[in-house]
């Protein structure tokens, strides 16, 4: 069960409709019933999300989970990487909306394979739909998959895709305290690309400010500050795919 689904509204996951009713009657037993239904429902995605690892690592695919608000530029980012590197590292794409084929469109115009994942009334991509999607996609072995999440910071950082990491991606037109409204998401990235800097002249956006908020909650995170729109910065964000990438196949050929 996401954060995000205690609205006092009813929502449906796998089959299962749970009601949140505004009053106090029975708390007891929907608590229970609500945690038992979240369990069974995240145990079967992170059984399929180790069956997704899986096959990455036999084919020697380099998954990374994108995950950002709407709005923070993870297509953009795509879009230029794949242009920048895509000859270099072979890379493809899978796109996760709740409506519209518009990104996966703006994908394939750069030459990588795409395909959309609707999610409809869903607010993050799951396992089992990354694993319909991969026969599909057919990613080639010793490659480089990016999944683009729903734009949400709540719902994904439950759910285990089979990804090697997931990578948190702002913008400075955003606030510095991000980190701290969505702790699990910062403290489920591995990485986190802060995005648009080429505004930070015209913005109130303390960069350092924002890098030890999400330290509080995460001490481990690695920081890439990049321009999609100039390319500032996105040297070391490739240079870090490269070397996760090589790293892949070095543990493969062991």
């Not at 019933?33 to 059984?47: A, F, M, P």
């Not at 729109?229 to 870090?240: D, E, I, N, R, T």
Request: negative net charge; contains cysteine; charged residues 20%.
């Amino acid at each position: 069960m996401c954060d995000s689904c205690h609205c006092g509204e009813d929502h449906n996951h796998d089959g299962v409709t749970i009601h949140h009713p505004s009053g106090h009657g029975h708390q007891h037993s929907l608590t229970e019933k609500t945690i038992r239904v979240e369990r069974d429902i995240l145990d079967k995605n992170n059984s399929l999300g180790d069956a997704n690892r899986a096959f990455f690592a036999r084919q020697q695919v380099l998954a990374l989970n994108l995950v950002s608000s709407p709005g923070s530029g993870k297509t953009s980012i795509l879009e230029r990487t794949i242009r920048d590197i895509g000859q270099e590292i072979p890379i493809t794409v899978i796109e996760g909306d709740q409506q519209t084929l518009r990104d996966a469109e703006r994908i394939q115009a750069t030459g990588a394979a795409a395909i959309q994942v609707n999610t409809g009334t869903g607010c993050h991509l799951d396992a089992q739909m990354i694993q319909q999607a991969l026969p599909q996609l057919n990613p080639p072995p010793h490659s480089l998959l990016f999944i683009e999440n729903v734009g949400n910071l709540v719902c994904p950082a439950l759910f285990d895709l089979g990804e090697a990491a997931k990578v948190a991606i702002i913008s400075v037109t955003e606030g510095e305290d991000k980190p701290l409204k969505y702790p699990h998401m910062f403290r489920a990235a591995a990485i986190c690309l802060i995005n648009k800097i080429d505004l930070l002249p015209y913005l109130d956006f303390d960069l350092g400010l924002c890098r030890d908020l999400a330290r509080q909650v995460n001490p481990g995170l690695i920081f890439f500050e990049v321009s999609a729109k100039s390319g500032q910065g996105l040297a070391a964000w490739y240079q870090w795919l490269r070397q996760e990438f090589q790293h892949v196949a070095a543990i493969e050929g062991t």
